[in-house]
Nanobody, 124 residues
Framework: QVQLVESGGGLVQAGGSLRLSCAAS????????MGWFRQAPGKEREFVGA????????YYADSVKGRFTISRDNAKNTAYLQMNSLKPEDTATYYC?????????????????WGQGTQVTVSS
């Protein structure tokens, strides 16, 4: 059974940093793009960023570009989201997801497997 488990969320002050992890089990995802999304209360789940498996190319939403960094360790079947210079508007539940191919997409429907989410709260 495929499982994605996020960890690393928590409460942080504005300007602080957090590092989220997404550990995958049940099958290898070394050939799949991996994405990060977030959902704030009352809002749609939105694309944060993604990383492709071949050359580790990364892509980010404009709202996080320059502050967030995605990486992956294929040997550990794990992806990471390093979040720096956090803002209160970054407060949300963060989800990792595995794409159906090696290409990324900003669309939620492109991703077949999802984690349960981890809460990030940024206080002002």
């Amino acid at each position: 059974q495929v499982q994605l488990v996020e960890s690393g969320g928590g409460l942080v002050q504005a300007g602080g940093s957090l590092r989220l992890s997404c550990a995958a089990s049940g099958r290898t995802f070394r050939n799949s793009a991996m994405g990060w999304f977030r959902q704030a209360p009352g809002k749609e789940r939105e694309f944060v960023g993604a990383i492709e498996p071949d050359d580790y190319s990364t892509y980010y939403a404009d709202s996080v570009k320059g502050r967030f960094t995605i990486s992956r360790d294929n040997a550990k079947n794990t992806a990471y989201l390093q979040m720096n210079s956090l803002k209160p508007e970054d407060t949300a539940t963060y989800y990792c997801a595995v794409a159906r191919s090696s290409s990324y997409s900003t669309s939620k429907s492109w991703y077949d497997y999802w984690g349960q989410g981890t809460q990030v709260t940024v206080s002002s």
